[in-house]
C-alpha cells in the first residue's frame, strides 16, 4: 500500500516493510470523524488504504451555508493519500476536521514508531519529510490560491445569499 501513496516516494521495499511493520489498520464506517478540529494532536500519520475521506474546516464565511454544522469542505482523500501531516510536524492542535465519506480503512503510522526508524536511517526521515513537505507547499498553493480569488472576488453571492436566510 505504501507503494501507491507519494509520502514514500523514494524510499525502497525493504524501508517500506519496516515502515509497515509498525502500523496497524483501522476501519471507519461511513460518517464517522477521524480527527476533530482543534483536537491535539494524535501523533499519527495516516494513510487511506480505501475509502474517500473528507477534510473540511469550521468557517464564519460559511455559517451554515455548506455543510448543517456551519463546516466548508476544504478537499476529498482517497486511496494513498495522507492526512495527519501538519500536527505531527507541529504538534499543534489539528487544522481541520476528517471524516470517513464511504466505509474506509486508514492505515496508522504512529510517531514514535516512524522516529525509532529515522533514528536508524536518516535517510528515511529524509526522504518522508521531504515528501511531507511537498505535500504540505502543494495543499497551501491552493489554500493561497482560494485565498486570491476571495480577495480579488469577494465572497460569492449564493454564499452571502444563504447566510442571510
Not at 10 to 22: R, S
Not at 76 to 81: H, K, Q, R, S
Not at 96 to 119: E, G, Q
Request: hydrophobic share 40%.
Amino acid at each position: 500500500m505504501f507503494k501507491k501513496s507519494r509520502i514514500f516516494d523514494g524510499l525502497g521495499d525493504e524501508d517500506l516493510k519496516k515502515m509497515a511493520a509498525g502500523c496497524s489498520e483501522q476501519p471507519f464506517p461511513i460518517g464517522t470523524v477521524i480527527i476533530e478540529e482543534n483536537d491535539p494532536p494524535k501523533e499519527m500519520l495516516y494513510v487511506i488504504r480505501q475509502g474517500e475521506i473528507v477534510v473540511s474546516v469550521a468557517q464564519a464565511i460559511v455559517d451554515s451555508c455548506e455543510g448543517a454544522d456551519g463546516s466548508a469542505m476544504i478537499t476529498t482523500l482517497g486511496e494513498g493519500d495522507a492526512f495527519g501531516e501538519i500536527a505531527i510536524i507541529d504538534e499543534m492542535p489539528h487544522s481541520a476536521t476528517v471524516t470517513a465519506m464511504s466505509d474506509s480503512i486508514v492505515i496508522l503510522l504512529p510517531m514514535s514508531h516512524f522516529y525509532s526508524l529515522v533514528a536508524m536511517d536518516k535517510n528515511i526521515g529524509y526522504v518522508v519529510i521531504r515528501n511531507l513537505a511537498k505535500l504540505i507547499c502543494q495543499r497551501l498553493r491552493g489554500s493561497n490560491f482560494l485565498t486570491k480569488h476571495f480577495v480579488s472576488w469577494g465572497v460569492p453571492d449564493s454564499f452571502e445569499d444563504q447566510s442571510k436566510s
